[in-house]
């Protein structure tokens, strides 16, 4: 739901500090709550991306990059304001990025002490900071790396493309004339999505199957699990853990089809009439249950499994 009416003055990039426990009533994915004294710097990111920062009580570090869609007024709260979000460009990093680079210099020049690392205070308790067109995409290439690992996807597809060349180094940084092109070929880019995605998915289930339990390696180590969007894509599912379940490849086609789902209490839930007794004694959990990230930050939010149970469980002909 929209309130009031969406003002629009530029276009921008910025940081938005959001922690998973909060003051405000912020909807992960969906909309950012802040104070007045931020809507200037809000308004100019209409249309454009921001990254969010988790603090102590998060990831502490960059984890995500948006588009802000609009702004309204809080209609509850006075002097508050909510930042809606395109739901379906949410992206999760592959990797949470410190506040520091590689050579130990704050990614952000405005927090940047006599070392030429972050400070403590100042601007950094600042809820909503800019960002210079170098300062977000050095992020982003950082947060957007590859990473390795016996949970990682093989990345053949890229090849030599110009899809992910700006990811080839060590957080270097995009060229500002070219972070148009970033925006349309990368960030835009369902197959680098869809990768990272996997890759963030199957790091947070440690490759374990959240249905069965079971985690099923191949011969490399790989997990064989598969990562599957709670709300698809096709309704504008975001590509963030929270709207993630690592499953095997049969439970996923099930998953997708609505004969199964999951409970307010991460209860899983069966189509009686369309799973045989024997099937669901085979393929689920003895637990009835999901089988949990270890960080409560990557547990599928309420929110997905709502519109999963809603408009998916059940519908298959």
């Known amino acids: 739901m929209i309130y009031g009416h969406a003002v629009h003055l530029g276009m921008a990039n910025a940081v938005f500090i959001q922690n998973p426990k909060s003051i ?22 209409i249309g454009d991306w921001v990254v969010f920062y988790e603090g102590k009580t998060g990831a502490l570090g960059y984890c995500a990059v948006q588009r802000v869609r609009s702004v309204t007024p809080d209609p509850d709260q006075v002097d508050h304001y909510f930042a809606w979000l ?38 950094s308790v600042s809820a909503v900071r800019r960002l210079t067109f170098d300062e977000f995409s050095s992020i982003v290439s950082a947060g957007l ?14 090849g030599t493309s110009t ?23 990368v960030l835009s880019s369902r197959l680098a999505r869809d990768q990272s995605f996997a890759v963030s998915v199957k790091s947070a289930y440690k490759g374990r199957c959240a ?15 598969q990562a599957a969007h709670i709300r698809p894509v096709k309704d504008k599912g975001p590509d963030t853990v929270i709207n ?7 439970l996923h086609w099930m998953f997708d089809r609505g004969l199964i789902s999951v409970g ?20 689920i959990s003895p637990t ?17 499994l709502r519109y999963h149970r809603e408009n998916i469980f059940g519908a298959a002909a």
């Open 163 to 185: 899809l992910m060349s700006g990811f080839g180094e060590e957080q270097e940084p995009f060229d500002s004339p070219d972070l148009q092109e970033i925006r349309e070929s």
């Open 86 to 123: 395109d739901l379906e460009t949410r992206w999760d990093f592959e990797r949470v990025v410190p506040r520091n680079d590689a050579m130990g210099v704050a990614f952000e020049r405005s927090l940047r002490g006599p070392n030429g690392k972050a400070i403590s205070g100042g601007a």
């Open 288 to 304: 009835g249950r999901l089988h949990l990230p270890q960080d409560r930050r990557h547990h599928p939010h309420p929110e997905y």
């Open 244 to 250: 993630g379940l690592a499953l095997s490849g049969t």
């Open 211 to 225: 249905i069965s339990g079971l985690d099923l390696r191949n011969g490399g180590g790989r997990a064989e699990v």
């Open 24 to 45: 405000y009533k912020d909807r992960p994915g969906i909309a950012y709550h802040f104070p007045k004294r931020y809507l200037r710097t809000v308004q100019e990111c």
């Open 264 to 283: 307010d209490n991460h209860e899983i839930l069966v189509s009686e009439n369309k799973v045989p007794r024997d099937v669901r004694a085979r393929l």
């Open 145 to 158: 790396k590859p990473v390795s690992g016996p949970d990682a996807m093989p990345r053949s597809e890229y």
